[in-house]
Each structure stands twice: as structure tokens, then as C-alpha cells.
């Protein structure tokens, strides 16, 4: 605890560091999902080539990504950049099945409706199909937003400043109380950004708060 | 060694000397193997019996969907190092986070298993007057196994990750070449030491994916 309190200026930074890495991933996973997931359902093939390719990329563990990404960017071993960029393809792997699944669940008949009340395509996107696949979207940035967070910190034993810091430098001078900080602040960034995204949820997506009590 | 970072890697990977001896290719491979499969075992024997109890009867329902997600949030590395410091150098204590990391995918894998089963089976099952244990062993496992195994196929892609900072530690592992590789400012090593977690990790979900597909019930969609 008294290692805590005489810290508080690291840890601030650390975290400041760690959701500079975080948050860029979890934008991209998102902004970039939705034209993909529309473009893989426009083609069947893309689709399949998609999900297989997300699929294998989820099964590559992060410590080698980091590793092999600055080789083949020309960035430092110890540049954030490798952690953004990798934890990004690890995000789109997520999101772009799961907003094609979103998409897909949107009843036709409605988007028909909505073509036929006048809805120029651009505006049927935004104001029907959108919010409708919203629900779905949500929970899979929310799945993004954890174990992004979680995953930044693998870049510490590198040498890659975040609260993975923390246990690096927990471990090389036996400092228990630095090591179980960094799991609490990083498990506590986590939960607060799921938190978050549930609010934000909620004020964008005001006819989802009825259903909230029968959501696991 | 000045060359391109890759092609460096390639040689490193073809020299001979890197497949023989205690710490050779081959047997970091073997322990990198073991660490993933006792620690995806260890965890089954606990995760497995708590998640068909959960699925069969129903309770503990909500408590175990909220253990499984907020396990999800806990840092690898943080587990890795703080049982480290708490337990020592070598491999009890990488061993302990695997198992803590393995518990989610199993006990979720599990319970969704039985769970998926269509009710009114399980109904026919105990109308025809099979007991409570031969509906789980007869009826609900077998039909829910790829969803079991898919249980597994998780949890060993957390492990196999997770066992790289084994070496971080001190103990073994594939892991070694890449810590090795950062301590001596050799890259190329680090790659090699990479793709071949990369190569271990993707044939290992390959074949479990085999495995799941092939434990599909006739006439069911998995």
C-alpha cells in the first residue's frame, strides 16, 4: 500500500501510456469493421475468406505479433506503434464476423420499408440499419474494449511503457504490492471502459434500456 | 546478421545446431507442449465436472457467466509475475496462471455444452426413465461435445500464448528464444523464436478445430 501511495505519479503516467494503446485499437476495430462487414455480406466468398482469416488470427498469440510487427513495418522493437497495429487486427478479427452477424440479423422487410418511405441508401445506413444492428455491435466492441486493454500489457516485457510496466518492473525488484497495482489498475481500466460503452449504449440506443434486466 | 531481419531468422531457424541438446528447437517445443497441455488439464479436471453441474441443474447460472467474464479483464503477464514473486522461481508458478487462465474457456465451454441440448431430449431422455447422471453421460455430453471441445480448443489457445512467459520467469519453453533474443539485442532469434509459437499455436487450433467437427453428432449442425 505505502508502495502505491508513494507511486501514484508512475502509475498516472502508465496509464496515461496505456490507453494511448488502447483506445486507437478499439476506434479502429470498430470504424473499420462496419465498411468490411458490409462489404464481406454484399460477397459470399469474402465472407467465408474473412471469417477463416479472423479465425487464425485470433489463434496467433500476441508476444510474437509484437515481435515479428517491427520487422515488417521498419518500426523500433519497443515503439507503441506495434502494439496499436497488432491489437487492431486482433480487434477487426473480432469485429468484422461480428458485424456481419449484426448486419445480417437486421429484418429485410424493414430496410425494404424504409427504401420505400424514401431513404436515400446513405440515410437508411445511418438512421435504420445502424442503430438496429447496434445492440449486437456493442457487445462486441465491449469484448474489443477488455481484452485490448488486458493485452496491452504483454507489451511491458518488451519494454513497451504501459501498466505492464508495473509487473516488469514488480518482478525485477521484488515488489509484490507494484505487481498486484498493476493488475487492479489494469482490471479497473478494463471494467470502467465496459461500463462506459454500456452508458454510451444506452444514450444512443434509448429503446434497448427496457430489455437491459434480460441481457446477461 | 545485417541483412534483412527475416531472411536472418530463416538461417538461424536451418542451422543444426538449433535442433539438437537440451536447448534445441525440439525440446523447447516438447515443453512449451507439456506446460499447455497439464495446464489445460489441471484446469479441465476442476473447470469441466463445475461447468456439466451448472449446464445440467441450472444453478450457479449468473455466478458462473460473471466469473468467466470478469476473468477476461485480469492481465496474463500480472498473474505470471505476481505468482512469481509469491511463489518462487520455476514452474509451479506460471503453472498456477495457466490454470487460472484456462478456467473461464472450459467452465463457459462446459455449461453452454449441456445447455445447448434441446430441452425436450433431455425430457424423452427422462421419460424413458434414464437417471439424472445417464442424461448427462449419455444424452447431454454427447451431443453437446463439439461445444465442449470448443471449450478446450480456447483454453489452449490462452495457454499456449501464456506459456511463453514461462521462460520469462525462469522456466522453459519456446518462450526462452524470444526473452533470449531481447536480452541480446539478436532480432532474428526473436523472429525465429516467434513464428515457431506462431506455427505451434495455429496447428494446435487447426487440430482441435479438426476435433470438434469431427465429435459433431451425425445430424446436427456444429
Same mark, same amino acid.
Given at each position: 500500500?505505502?508502495?502505491?501511495?508513494?507511486?501514484?505519479?508512475?502509475?498516472?503516467?502508465?496509464?496515461?501510456?496505456?490507453?494511448?494503446?488502447?483506445?486507437?485499437?478499439?476506434?479502429?476495430?470498430?470504424?473499420?469493421?462496419?465498411?468490411?462487414?458490409?462489404?464481406?455480406?454484399?460477397?459470399?466468398?469474402?465472407?467465408?475468406?474473412?471469417?477463416?482469416?479472423?479465425?487464425?488470427?485470433?489463434?496467433?498469440?500476441?508476444?510474437?505479433?509484437?515481435?515479428?510487427?517491427?520487422?515488417?513495418?521498419?518500426?523500433?522493437?519497443?515503439?507503441?506503434?506495434?502494439?496499436?497495429?497488432?491489437?487492431?487486427?486482433?480487434?477487426?478479427?473480432?469485429?468484422?464476423?461480428?458485424?456481419?452477424?449484426?448486419?445480417?440479423?437486421?429484418?429485410?422487410?424493414?430496410?425494404? +420499408?424504409?427504401?420505400?418511405?424514401?431513404?436515400?441508401?446513405?440515410?437508411?445506413?445511418?438512421?435504420?440499419?445502424?442503430?438496429?444492428?447496434?445492440?449486437?455491435?456493442?457487445?462486441?466492441?465491449?469484448?474489443?474494449?477488455?481484452?485490448?486493454?488486458?493485452?496491452?500489457?504483454?507489451?511491458?516485457?518488451?519494454?513497451?511503457?504501459?501498466?505492464?510496466?508495473?509487473?516488469?518492473?514488480?518482478?525485477?525488484?521484488?515488489?509484490?504490492?507494484?505487481?498486484?497495482?498493476?493488475?487492479?489498475?489494469?482490471?479497473?481500466? +478494463?471494467?470502467?471502459?465496459? +461500463?462506459?460503452?454500456?452508458?454510451?449504449?444506452?444514450?444512443?440506443?434509448?429503446?434497448?434500456?427496457?430489455?437491459?434486466?434480460?441481457?446477461? | 546478421?545485417?541483412?534483412?531481419?527475416?531472411?536472418?531468422?530463416?538461417?538461424?531457424?536451418?542451422?543444426?545446431?538449433?535442433?539438437?541438446?537440451?536447448?534445441?528447437?525440439?525440446?523447447?517445443?516438447?515443453?512449451?507442449?507439456?506446460?499447455?497441455?497439464?495446464? $489445460?488439464?489441471?484446469?479441465?479436471?476442476?473447470?469441466?465436472?463445475?461447468?456439466?453441474?451448472?449446464?445440467?441443474?441450472?444453478?450457479?447460472?449468473?455466478?458462473?457467466?460473471?466469473?468467466?467474464?470478469?476473468?477476461?479483464?485480469?492481465?496474463?503477464?500480472?498473474?505470471?509475475?505476481?505468482?512469481?514473486?509469491?511463489?518462487?522461481?520455476?514452474?509451479?508458478?506460471?503453472?498456477?496462471?495457466?490454470?487460472?487462465?484456462?478456467?473461464?474457456?472450459?467452465?463457459?465451454?462446459?455449461?453452454?455444452?449441456?445447455?445447448?441440448? *434441446?430441452?425436450?431430449? $433431455? *425430457?424423452?431422455?427422462?421419460?424413458?426413465?434414464?437417471?439424472?447422471?445417464?442424461?448427462?453421460?449419455?444424452?447431454?455430453?454427447?451431443?453437446?461435445?463439439?461445444?465442449?471441445?470448443?471449450? $478446450?480448443?480456447?483454453?489452449?489457445?490462452?495457454?499456449?500464448?501464456?506459456?511463453?512467459?514461462?521462460?520469462?520467469?525462469?522456466?522453459?519453453?519456446? #518462450?526462452?528464444?524470444?526473452?533470449?533474443?531481447? #536480452?541480446?539485442?539478436?532480432?532474428?532469434?526473436?523472429?525465429?523464436?516467434?513464428?515457431?509459437?506462431?506455427?505451434?499455436?495455429? $496447428?494446435?487450433?487447426?487440430?482441435?478445430?479438426?476435433?470438434?467437427?469431427?465429435?459433431?453428432?451425425?445430424?446436427?449442425?456444429?
Amino acid at each position: 500500500m505505502t508502495w502505491i501511495l508513494a507511486n501514484l505519479g508512475v502509475i498516472a503516467e502508465y496509464t496515461g501510456a496505456h490507453l494511448l494503446q488502447s483506445l486507437p485499437p478499439i476506434l479502429v476495430a470498430l470504424l473499420l469493421s462496419l465498411p468490411l462487414a458490409k462489404l464481406c455480406n454484399a460477397r459470399g466468398w469474402l465472407r467465408t475468406g474473412v471469417t477463416t482469416a479472423s479465425g487464425l488470427m485470433y489463434a496467433i498469440p500476441s508476444l510474437p505479433l509484437f515481435v515479428l510487427l517491427p520487422g515488417l513495418i521498419g518500426t523500433g522493437v519497443r515503439s507503441p506503434l506495434n502494439i496499436i497495429i497488432a491489437l487492431s487486427l486482433y480487434g477487426l478479427a473480432l469485429m468484422v464476423p461480428t458485424a456481419s452477424d449484426a448486419f445480417r440479423s437486421v429484418n429485410r422487410d424493414v430496410l425494404g +420499408a424504409a427504401t420505400a418511405q424514401g431513404y436515400a441508401p446513405g440515410a437508411r445506413f445511418l438512421q435504420v440499419e445502424l442503430p438496429l444492428a447496434g445492440p449486437v455491435l456493442l457487445a462486441g466492441v465491449r469484448v474489443v474494449a477488455v481484452s485490448t486493454i488486458s493485452l496491452v500489457t504483454v507489451g511491458g516485457v518488451l519494454g513497451v511503457p504501459s501498466l505492464g510496466m508495473l509487473f516488469v518492473d514488480g518482478l525485477r525488484r521484488g515488489i509484490v504490492a507494484e505487481i498486484a497495482a498493476g493488475i487492479i489498475a489494469t482490471a479497473a481500466l +478494463a471494467l470502467l471502459t465496459d +461500463a462506459l460503452l454500456v452508458l454510451l449504449g444506452r444514450a444512443v440506443m434509448p429503446w434497448t434500456r427496457r430489455q437491459e434486466g434480460r441481457r446477461p | 546478421m545485417n541483412g534483412n531481419p527475416f531472411l536472418d531468422a530463416l538461417v538461424w531457424l536451418g542451422d543444426p545446431s538449433r535442433w539438437s541438446g537440451p536447448a534445441g528447437v525440439p525440446v523447447r517445443t516438447l515443453e512449451h507442449l507439456g506446460y499447455t497441455a497439464l495446464g $489445460v488439464l489441471i484446469a479441465a479436471l476442476i473447470a469441466v465436472p463445475v461447468g456439466l453441474y451448472v449446464g445440467h441443474t441450472g444453478r450457479f447460472k449468473g455466478l458462473t457467466v460473471a466469473v468467466a467474464g470478469a476473468a477476461r479483464a485480469l492481465p496474463t503477464l500480472g498473474l505470471v509475475t505476481l505468482f512469481a514473486l509469491l511463489v518462487g522461481i520455476g514452474l509451479t508458478a506460471p503453472m498456477l496462471s495457466f490454470v487460472i487462465l484456462a478456467i473461464p474457456s472450459l467452465l463457459a465451454g462446459a455449461y453452454s455444452a449441456v445447455e445447448s441440448v *434441446d430441452p425436450a431430449t $433431455v *425430457d424423452a431422455a427422462r421419460a424413458q426413465g434414464m437417471t439424472e447422471r445417464q442424461i448427462l453421460a449419455r444424452v447431454e455430453i454427447p451431443l453437446g461435445l463439439p461445444l465442449l471441445i470448443g471449450g $478446450v480448443r480456447g483454453a489452449t489457445m490462452q495457454v499456449v500464448a501464456t506459456a511463453m512467459l514461462a521462460a520469462y520467469v525462469g522456466s522453459g519453453g519456446l #518462450g526462452r528464444f524470444i526473452f533470449q533474443g531481447l #536480452g541480446s539485442q539478436n532480432y532474428p532469434q526473436m523472429i525465429a523464436g516467434s513464428l515457431l509459437v506462431i506455427v505451434l499455436a495455429l $496447428v494446435l487450433d487447426l487440430s482441435l478445430l479438426l476435433l470438434q467437427r469431427l465429435t459433431a453428432p451425425r445430424g446436427t449442425a456444429a
